[in-house]
């Protein structure tokens, strides 16, 4: 019997092109909600991407917005609140990104303001 880890919430990333397809929406748009903080991306091996959890029913997760708003006033790089985000957090119990997900955004956001 061989024991299976779950997957990692960053094992999927999209490229802007990926997102407009994913999105359906112009590259204008897609750069407008990255630029408005709907949505988050880093560059991998020289490309800006987006981690795909950060993608739901074809639109940005609605309440990462706000969180990333907190980590950055809380002093985090794009790059820090991606990992942040998708890394395991001990006090939630989960990565952030599964709470966001599941709908628990005040509790992410509380725990993200403490980092500051």
Do not use: C, N, Y
């Not at 490229?15 to 909600?33: F, G, K, N, T």
């Not at 709907?38 to 639109?59: C, Q, S, Y």
Request: avoid cysteine; charged fraction near 25%; proline fraction near 7%.
């Amino acid at each position: 019997m061989t024991a299976e880890t779950a997957p990692q919430p960053s094992s999927e990333w999209l490229s802007l092109p990926q997102l407009v397809e994913v999105l359906d929406q112009p590259i204008a748009r897609v750069r407008r909600l990255l630029d408005d903080a709907h949505l988050v991306g880093t560059k991998r091996d020289g490309v800006f991407v987006v981690p795909a959890v950060f993608i739901v029913d074809g639109e940005p997760l609605a309440s990462l917005r706000g969180t990333v708003i907190v980590l950055r006033d809380a002093g985090f790089t794009d790059d820090e609140a991606i990992e942040w985000l998708i890394a395991h957090d001990d006090s939630i119990g989960r990565p952030p990104i599964e709470a966001l997900t599941a709908g628990h955004k005040a509790e992410v956001r509380r725990v993200a303001r403490t980092l500051a």
